[in-house]
Nanobody, 115 residues
Framework: QVQLVESGGGLVQPGGSLKLSCAAS????????MGWYRQAPGKQRELVAI???????NYADSVKGRFTISKNNAKNTVDLQMNNLKPEDTAVYYC?????????WGQGTQVTVSS
């Protein structure tokens, strides 16, 4: 079983920045895939950014150039630096981890971009 603890959400004005952090603990015996998804009201959950076990990084087109994901394999943590935030980035952000044995989601952290 793997547990995820997220932090860093909040309210920010358009053009502002936030950093989300996620720490994984539990039965992690290999380098995992870790990333962030988000779900806005009335919409499906979507990929924001992810780093695979092999080190490949993928971003949603809507966040390329504004968001940066970083994963620490030694600590099993993943951060999401979000710059130049827009109102359409408002959503609940979920941390995600996948190992050969299982996958897990964090509890979600609210990000609201509003003036």
């Amino acid at each position: 079983q793997v547990q995820l603890v997220e932090s860093g959400g909040g309210l920010v004005q358009p053009g502002g920045s936030l950093k989300l952090s996620c720490a994984a603990s539990g039965s992690i015996f290999n380098i995992p895939t870790m990333g962030w998804y988000r779900q806005a009201p009335g919409k499906q959950r979507e990929l924001v950014a992810i780093v695979t076990a092999g080190g490949t990084t993928n971003y949603a087109d809507s966040v390329k150039g504004r968001f940066t994901i970083s994963k620490n394999n030694a600590k099993n943590t993943v951060d999401l630096q979000m710059n130049n935030l827009k109102p359409e980035d408002t959503a609940v952000y979920y941390c995600y981890i996948r190992t050969p044995a299982s996958s897990s989601w964090g509890q979600g952290t609210q990000v609201t971009v509003s003036s």
